[in-house]
């Protein structure tokens, strides 16, 4: 995904900041307890398309 893209991303729901998952297929967003996924180099930032985040995620383990 291009650096540029990735640094004016943000959460559609909250606003807040999105961090890269380790393993690059999605854009992780703690607060709100999603992650988007990225698919062909693209974010796609619709809640509907997030999944839930796990209990270990939203307190700062993987990913």
Do not use: N
Not at 4 to 14: D, N, Y
């Amino acid at each position: 995904m291009d650096k540029t893209l990735f640094e004016i991303l943000a959460c559609p729901l909250c606003k807040g900041e999105v961090r890269l998952a380790e393993d690059r297929c999605e854009l992780i967003c703690r607060p709100c307890g999603l992650a988007f996924p990225i698919r062909d180099d693209i974010p796609v930032m619709l809640e509907s398309e997030a999944r839930t985040l796990t209990a270990d995620e939203r307190l700062g383990g993987t990913p």
